[in-house]
């Protein structure tokens, strides 16, 4: 199984500042991945798949980078609607497994 | 739009069963691969199972194989885990999850609890 390891755990940050989200797999999924948004209570949402490619409806300020075992989530200019907890997943060999989370927070 | 409506969860005792069911509509659900994804309360999120469109492909993770079963009904665009002998740690809330590897759309979840 494809071990997903997402840091920080949590991400404390002024609004207007850019936020750097990482994950990190066990071995290498190519660009077999996603990063999603869950707000409290809600079920999660698709950001951006497959490196780089963004989701419906999802703003300009999110964006991903990586390949292989090093990805990235970056928002570029916080906003406080951004609040949520960010998953990280894989679906490059079953199991598909997902990352811990990071919780993002506005200051 | 897309829309995907589970039912079925509950409450019930260690070793009991439950058949969630998933309503899908707003896209062409014959064609499309789905799954379950689980959250257990204050958790993060887990793959339970996976089917293909025709249903002759299906995946499940270790801890439910021999327990759960996946299936479709394409005439009717529903989609079903049937669950059985239960445990407490299979308490979660189930999405429905229309997906390619990366999940397309999720529906709004239902909720299992195993309980004594």
């Known amino acids: 199984e494809i071990v997903m390891t997402q840091s920080p755990a949590t991400l404390s940050m002024s609004p207007g500042e850019r936020a750097t989200l990482s994950c990190r797999a066990s071995?290498?999924?190519?660009?077999?991945f996603a990063w999603y948004q869950q707000k409290p209570g809600q079920a999660p949402r698709l950001l951006l798949f497959r490196g780089s490619s963004r989701a419906t409806d999802v703003p300009a300020r999110f964006s991903a980078s990586g390949f292989g075992t090093e990805f990235t989530l970056t928002i570029s200019s916080l906003q406080s609607e951004d609040v949520a907890i960010y998953y990280c997943?894989?679906?490059?060999?079953?199991?598909?497994?997902f990352g811990q989370g990071t919780k993002v927070e506005v200051k | 739009e897309v829309q995907l409506l589970e039912s079925g969860g509950g409450l019930t005792q260690p070793g009991g069963s439950l058949r969630l069911s998933c309503a899908a509509s707003g896209f062409t659900f014959s064609t499309q691969n789905m799954g379950w994804v689980r959250q257990a309360p204050g958790e993060g999120l887990e793959w339970v199972s996976l089917i293909n469109a025709n249903s002759d492909t299906t995946y499940y993770i270790d801890s439910v194989k021999g327990r759960f079963t996946i299936s479709r009904d394409n005439s009717r665009n529903t989609l079903y885990l049937q669950m059985s002998s239960l445990r407490a740690d299979d308490s979660a809330l189930y999405y429905c999850?229309?997906?390619?590897?990366?999940?397309?759309?999720w529906g709004q979840g239902t909720l299992v609890s195993v309980s004594s």
């Open positions: 999850a229309h997906q390619r590897g990366h999940v397309n759309y």
């Open positions: 997943q894989h679906f490059n060999s079953w199991p598909w497994t």
């Open positions: 071995q290498s999924i190519n660009n077999n």
